[in-house]
């Protein structure tokens, strides 16, 4: 079938790889190194580019490519690439187009190993950074610099749910000639479409919402066709490869995403509207709650708020670890967007190797307390919650 054909959900099921002549309906594991030629001179065309048949799993397999080409169809992109994580993913997306001399504008609020690879990694080959805060969207556009080559966020970020404003990011990026690249993991192209609204590149950790049951690793990029060929050939060359296993399963898995999202969403906005007021709590964070302080942006460019949630437990740390101690249901792990419901507290986990001033600044507390809302009966995950509250006094 043609790419874009029908309506996302079906294009999430239908995008296969083309038939075998064994004429299976469910498309096999392509579990192989390398492939064959047919006689020398299609094997030269092939390596030097002058077809597109696959060559080395490194650089392209069936099952990659049919996970690959859902996911542009699901975000609207020209092209992708699947990497072997959602972290390898984004330092690709740095690595395939910033070079020595460039600067990369990124919001403050983003995942630790994102952080860790922007402070730590990219000032060794000479590509500087600098953080503005996306509560604060009027002051980006000034701390853009001539060298300035890429925007970078997450929206909903991680754990904080901040938003911001795409459509705004994309004209000023659009205005100064420079890429927008969004970390679109929390919201999946279910709930939002960042190329829509004028992002150039859209990264994805596979491993969450888009596994959606805690199996296997993986990354995606996708946007426009000129960036992901440049990368590519970064990712050719170092090998950060999705495995066939992995995009097989993760291709099968699209098929029940937006099923999938949907619970997740209609679960998380309940939890967040039963736990605001809890004597327990002094904030409870969710895109679509009316409170966030994002909420009209949120409601603008996305069609559902995600499985996350977040609330501050007014006794901080120490009422953090009672909580997660008397948690019964709820998982303790450092993954989310699993079928599980999962708990996790951001300042001695994902987020441990930043400071204290960076986690502050970044609306990381003490006392924080991210869940991810699984596909179990609502009304379980909650009264686990509320359980948990009660022992954490």
């Known amino acids: 079938m043609q ?5 996302p959900e079906t294009n999430a099921v239908r995008i296969q790889t083309a038939r075998t002549d064994q004429m299976e309906h469910s498309t096999p594991m392509f579990l192989t190194s390398s492939f064959c030629f047919d006689d020398a001179e299609e094997m030269r065309a092939t390596f030097a580019d002058e077809t597109d048949f696959n060559i080395y799993s490194r650089f392209s397999n069936p099952n990659v490519d049919e996970f690959v ?16 994580s959602g972290m390898s993913a984004v330092f690709a997306s ?27 990694f990219l000032p060794k080959w000479g590509i500087e950074y600098s953080y503005f805060d996306m509560n604060d969207p009027a002051g980006i556009e000034a701390m853009i610099k001539p060298n300035t080559k890429m925007i970078f966020v997450e929206t909903p970020s991680n754990p904080g749910l901040e938003i911001i404003d795409l459509e705004l990011l994309g004209k000023i990026a659009a205005k100064h000639n420079i890429i927008l690249n969004v970390d679109n993991c929390f919201a999946t192209p279910v709930f939002q479409r960042p190329i829509t609204l004028g ?17 296997v690793l993986g990354g995606a990029i996708v946007g426009k066709k000129e960036l992901i060929k440049d990368i590519y050939t970064f990712c050719r060359s170092t090998g950060p490869a999705m495995s066939p296993f992995n995009a097989w399963v993760l291709s099968k898995s699209l098929e029940t995403l937006y099923v999938r999202m949907e619970r997740h969403g209609q679960s998380a906005l309940a939890i967040a ?5 809890n004597p327990h709590l002094s904030a409870v964070k969710y895109p679509f709650l009316p409170s966030h302080p994002q909420y009209a942006i949120a409601k603008k460019q996305m069609t559902g708020g995600g499985g996350i949630v977040c609330f501050e437990l007014k006794g901080g740390i120490a009422s953090g670890v009672k909580f997660l101690n008397a948690l019964k249901l709820l998982s303790l792990t450092a993954n989310l967007g699993d079928s599980r419901s999962i708990a996790s507290h ?11 001033e960076e986690r502050a600044n970044v609306g990381i507390t003490p006392g924080l307390i991210r869940i991810s809302v699984g596909l179990e009966n609502v009304k379980d995950i909650l009264a686990d919650i509320l359980q948990a509250l009660e022992s954490s006094k």
Do not use: C
């Not at 509207?273 to 007021?277: K, T």
């Open 3 to 7: 790419d874009n054909q029908y309506q």
């Open 69 to 84: 080409n859902k996911m542009v169809a699901l975000e609207g992109a020209e092209a992708g690439y699947a990497t072997s």
């Open 94 to 120: 740095f690595m395939g187009l910033l070079r020595a001399g460039d600067h990369l504008l990124s919001a403050r609020s983003i995942f630790g190993s994102t952080h860790t690879v922007v402070t730590k």
């Open 199 to 215: 992002a150039h590149l859209v990264t994805h950790s596979a491993t969450k919402w888009i596994d959606g049951q805690g199996r």
């Open 273 to 277: 509207e039963a736990l605001e007021g």
């Open 346 to 356: 951001p300042a001695s986990t994902t987020h441990a190797k930043l400071t204290d």
